[in-house]
């Protein structure tokens, strides 16, 4: 298949974003504990900061399905707005996988920090970043 949505969240949030990529796609998000379905040529992966990394599950789900996976493209919540896309396209790149040159990010609620994030306007932004690279890759 064309595309596929994967993520890892604790508290959720990044499975909002998720579900907002993926209703666009036309696919189904699905934690990354269940199998991707088959061969896919992009992965958007999402994941997030947890003490300035990502969660390692994140990084033996890329080794396990190396073999079917074309092109990752990242997205990403945490508390401080950085993203994971520089740990995930290490990973991505050591398992002979391509990266996608853009990534999305946006803040994620964190004990007080950024309450009710993501939100609309998060989700939205999400929604655009994948029309846009559905249009770059002719879709
Ligand atoms: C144990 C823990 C450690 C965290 N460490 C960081 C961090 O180093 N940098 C950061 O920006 N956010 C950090 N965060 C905040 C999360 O990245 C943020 O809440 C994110 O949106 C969580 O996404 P999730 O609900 O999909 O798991 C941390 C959160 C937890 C629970």
């Known amino acids: ?58 990084e033996k789900f890329i080794e396990k399905n190396a073999g079917n996976i074309g092109t990752i493209v990242s997205f990403s919540t945490s508390a401080s707005g950085n993203s994971t896309a520089k740990f995930v396209k290490e990973c991505a790149e050591k398992n002979g996988i391509k990266f996608y040159p853009h990534s999305f990010k946006c803040p994620g609620s964190f004990m007080l920090f950024n309450p009710g994030r993501p939100n609309e306007k998060d989700l939205n932004a999400a929604r655009d970043f994948a029309k846009n690279i559905k249009s770059e890759l002719g879709d």
């Open 1 to 58: 298949m064309k595309y596929a949505v994967a993520y890892y969240t604790r508290s959720g949030n990044t499975k909002k974003v998720a579900d907002n990529i993926a209703e666009v796609l036309g696919v189904e998000a699905r934690d990354i504990s269940l199998e991707l379905p088959g061969k896919v040529d992009y992965l958007f992966l999402g994941s997030s900061l947890y003490a300035f990394k990502y969660d390692e599950s994140v």
